[in-house]
């Protein structure tokens, strides 16, 4: 008997030890419930209030929260989104599932460097829009991973904005080219009508010397060359200048520097002809001595006719004539 309840005190006492661990192990359990349950009702409170959608993702990648935002995001209700196969099936637009299905698994095994991703969904009304997701992991207060917390932006309108800037970018990069290569077409314009006048400048220069050299071989020679040389002579001063057509220059000008002409007549009605060609071979950026060439004049005679062209227009001493006319 003695032996009996010996063995019914050890019984007892080995119940009790166990009855012990097992009230501690579910007071320690009660506990974790109680903190993830306050974690969870925290983070519920605060993501409930919030523009983006909230979403929090338990290791596995099950949604254990959903904030109601994502409504006006997606068109889709809380219980909707909890009850779908995966957000990737019911919303994110097939071109980025991978991307999607990718960035989310990495992001649970704690993977990711950068934690954002832009993606894009389709609402429950089939309209496209831009998301920008970001991820952060999520701990209890004993450093035990609890999943990921998820938060969505809608950028579309961002997206938009940014495709219009790179329109807007790429429209005037073409307009900065065409303006450069219209530059670029109006300098060599410039060069080339510019080369012909000092080349018309030269010509006449040449014919002028030649004339003068040929007179006075002829006031010393003999007869016979004296005839051959006056000969020559009349040749040259029957066309002792090459002629240039004033109109084919003004239709240059005008191409090259559209509405100078016009401007100049405009502002100084009283000009003559030859002071409108005057001030057109300055802009042009001639020399007082390929002027001379042009106008059948000496390059001194140019330096007056500049000094009397700037009283007509009635420039300042501070102004220069060649800067003045390139502001028409």
């Known amino acids: 008997m003695k032996k009996t309840d010996k063995t019914i005190q050890n019984l007892n006492k080995t119940l009790e030890s166990k009855i012990s661990d097992l009230k501690f192990e579910l007071e320690e359990t009660n506990l974790q419930l109680k903190e993830e349950k306050e974690k969870r009702q925290f983070y519920q409170l605060i993501a409930d209030f919030t523009f983006g959608w909230e979403i929090w993702f338990d290791p596995k990648g099950n949604i254990e929260y959903c ?67 970001n991820v952060r992991g999520v701990y209890n207060k004993q450093g035990k991973y609890m999943g990921i917390r998820a938060s969505i932006q809608d950028i579309t309108r961002l997206k938009r904005a940014m495709g219009h800037i790179h329109e807007m970018e790429v429209v005037k990069e073409f307009e900065d080219r065409t303006k450069q290569r219209l530059q670029t077409d109006i300098n060599l314009k410039d060069r080339e009508l510019v080369s012909f006048l000092l080349q018309l400048s030269q010509k006449n220069e040449l014919l002028k010397m030649v004339t003068n050299q040929l007179k006075k071989v002829y006031s010393g020679d003999t007869k016979n060359a004296q005839e051959q040389v006056h000969k020559l002579m009349e040749a040259l001063e029957t066309k002792s200048t090459l002629s240039l057509n004033w109109t084919t220059i003004e239709n240059q000008v005008e191409k090259l520097h559209p509405g100078f002409l016009n401007q100049l007549r405009v502002r100084h009605p009283s000009i003559s002809i030859k002071d409108k060609k005057l001030c057109t071979y300055i802009r042009l950026g001639l020399s007082s001595k390929e002027i001379s060439g042009l106008l059948d004049i000496t390059a001194k005679s140019v330096e007056i006719a500049r000094v009397r062209l700037r009283k007509k227009l009635k420039l300042p001493s501070n102004i220069r004539l060649v800067n003045y006319l390139f502001q028409f």
């Not at 960035?103 to 993606?119: A, P």
């Open 67 to 133: 904030s109601p935002s994502c409504f006006d995001l997606t068109g889709f209700t809380t219980n909707q989104i909890l009850s779908a196969e995966s957000i990737s099936h019911l919303l994110v637009y097939e071109p980025d599932i991978i991307k999607y299905n990718d960035f989310l698994s990495n992001s649970l095994d704690q993977m990711l460097v950068n934690q954002s991703l832009e993606f894009r969904i389709l609402t429950r009304t089939k309209q496209l829009r831009w998301c920008l997701l």
